[in-house]
């Protein structure tokens, strides 16, 4: 079956701009993971939904960043006034969760501000 | 204190043998869970197997086996019979706790693999 899908693959945009990235997550799926992952961080998590809340959004770095699922299925995570720092790629992940704790990635959205 | 640590930033290791990927985790909580994911360098993250801490057993897929030894907190991969297709970027991570919020994951920062002939 298809696997998680993200676009676009690549956004270069300037500095103070707002964003839209869009996941597309497993069919059924109805755990769905924000992660980024840049040079000086990492991996790291920003935010989980369960269907269609968020009862997890601690990784969230600022108030500038937002994102929200509808349906029970495709997410999207808003920057507002990007900076340089917001620079990464950000990797979706779904899951079966409760069924299953495995988490299937997306290939990402390279975003990168100028 | 770092919840995932890999201390190999890269390994080598020759067609057809075998190599360990080192992980080790820290955590309180009982219940948990570790995985391991591979990153060619296409740059998607591939899931490659998965341990929980109730698990008797240690977890394989394939070529893949995790080596879980609880009481030192490690969570080693070994694969078997490497492959030149191998080569890639290797993330240890963790889930803990129960329940929905302890599903996000907790990555390490990479083993780099390079299987050469």
């Known amino acids: 079956g298809a696997g998680v899908s993200q676009s676009p693959s690549n956004k270069v945009t300037e500095k103070g701009k707002d964003v839209e990235l869009r996941c597309d997550p497993i069919?059924?799926?109805?755990?769905l993971y924000w992660y980024r992952q840049s040079l000086g961080q990492g991996l790291e998590f920003l935010i989980y939904f369960q269907g269609n809340s968020a009862p997890d959004k601690s990784g969230l770095p600022s108030d500038r960043f937002s994102a929200e699922r509808t349906g029970g299925s495709v997410s999207t995570l808003t920057i507002q006034r990007t900076q340089q720092e917001d620079s990464a790629v950000y990797l979706c992940?779904?899951?079966?969760?409760?069924?299953?704790?495995?988490?299937?990635f997306g290939p990402g959205t390279r975003l990168t501000v100028t | 204190a770092q919840k995932i640590t890999q201390t190999q930033p890269g390994m080598f290791v020759q067609e057809k043998e075998a190599v360990t990927l080192d992980c080790t985790y820290d955590?309180?909580?009982?219940?948990?869970?570790l995985f391991w994911y591979k990153q060619p360098s296409s740059g998607e993250m591939i899931f490659l197997i998965y341990?929980?801490?109730?698990?008797?057993q240690n977890a394989t897929e394939g070529r893949y086996s995790l080596n879980f030894q609880k009481a030192r907190k490690s969570a080693n991969l070994v694969i078997s019979a490497s492959q030149l297709g191998d080569s890639a970027m290797y993330f240890c991570?963790?889930?803990?706790?129960?329940?929905?919020?302890?599903?996000?994951?907790?990555f390490g920062t990479g083993t780099r693999l390079q299987v050469t002939l």
């Open positions: 069919s059924g799926h109805t755990a």
């Open positions: 991570a963790m889930r803990e706790g129960r329940g929905g919020t302890a599903s996000k994951l907790t």
């Open positions: 955590t309180s909580d009982p219940s948990y869970g």
């Open positions: 341990q929980g801490s109730y698990d008797q």
């Open positions: 992940a779904s899951s079966s969760y409760p069924i299953s704790y495995e988490q299937y």
